[in-house]
């Protein structure tokens, strides 16, 4: 139902080497249902996208996230990739705005690989939660209960394994912003 979301503004945080079905899905989902989306990344600037390890479209994000405030946003999208949160997870103010989303019980959602910022940012400790399988061990020695399913929803966070789960995902994503 379009328009169901209207007046909320989500965040998707990434960077190069991002999985472009797992930004552009969320973000053609939340779109269409009337949300207000801002594109954050390291610097406001083009970034590649990746379809697995094949370069992808490009896509402009607007602006930097050491100028977001996670205050003005309603929730965060954190797309994966392997390249992509690895490189974020060792920014400190890309951390930190995730750690924000937490900290104002804001919703926040991750796929694939996008947990391992999660992670960094310490805030999976005693939650249930999926990725890609190869993260579980990580997201273990985090603190996290790590599970096998399509789509988790534990408190204001949302994960999903792959992109083959991106129904589920979207689907969860909308209902929860509701």
Same mark, same amino acid.
């Given at each position: 139902m379009?328009?169901?979301?209207?007046?909320?503004? !989500? @965040?998707?945080?990434?960077?190069?080497?991002v &999985?472009?079905?797992?930004l552009?899905?969320?973000? @053609? %989902? /939340?779109? @269409? =249902?009337? %949300?207000?989306?801002?594109? #954050? =990344? /390291?610097?406001? $600037? &083009?970034?590649?996208?990746?379809n697995?390890?094949?370069?992808?479209?490009t896509?402009? $994000?607007s602006?930097? !996230?050491?100028e977001?405030d996670?205050?003005q946003?309603?929730?965060?999208?954190?797309?994966?990739?392997?390249?992509?949160?690895d490189? #974020?997870?060792?920014?400190?103010?890309?951390?930190?705005?995730?750690? $924000?989303?937490?900290e104002?019980?804001?919703?926040v959602a991750?796929?694939?690989?996008? *947990?391992? /910022?999660?992670?960094? %940012?310490?805030?999976?400790?005693?939650?249930t #939660?999926? =990725?890609? *399988?190869?993260?579980?061990?990580?997201?273990?020695?985090a603190?996290?209960?790590?599970?096998? &399913?399509?789509?988790? #929803?534990?408190?204001?966070?949302?994960?999903?394994?792959? *992109?083959?789960?991106?129904? $589920?995902?979207?689907?969860?994503?909308?209902? =929860?912003?509701?």
């Amino acid at each position: 139902m379009a328009d169901d979301l209207d007046g909320r503004m !989500v @965040a998707f945080l990434f960077t190069d080497g991002v &999985e472009q079905i797992e930004l552009t899905e969320p973000l @053609a %989902a /939340l779109r @269409a =249902s009337g %949300a207000d989306t801002a594109l #954050l =990344s /390291l610097e406001p $600037a &083009e970034v590649q996208m990746f379809n697995h390890l094949d370069k992808g479209d490009t896509i402009r $994000a607007s602006q930097a !996230v050491r100028e977001a405030d996670a205050g003005q946003f309603d929730a965060l999208v954190l797309p994966g990739g392997v390249a992509n949160p690895d490189r #974020l997870r060792t920014d400190a103010e890309a951390v930190a705005f995730v750690r $924000a989303f937490f900290e104002q019980g804001k919703l926040v959602a991750a796929i694939c690989h996008a *947990p391992w /910022l999660l992670a960094e %940012a310490d805030v999976v400790r005693g939650r249930t #939660l999926t =990725s890609w *399988p190869s993260l579980q061990t990580d997201l273990r020695n985090a603190g996290a209960h790590w599970v096998d &399913e399509q789509v988790v #929803l534990d408190g204001n966070l949302i994960t999903s394994r792959k *992109p083959d789960d991106l129904p $589920a995902f979207c689907a969860e994503l909308t209902r =929860s912003l509701r």
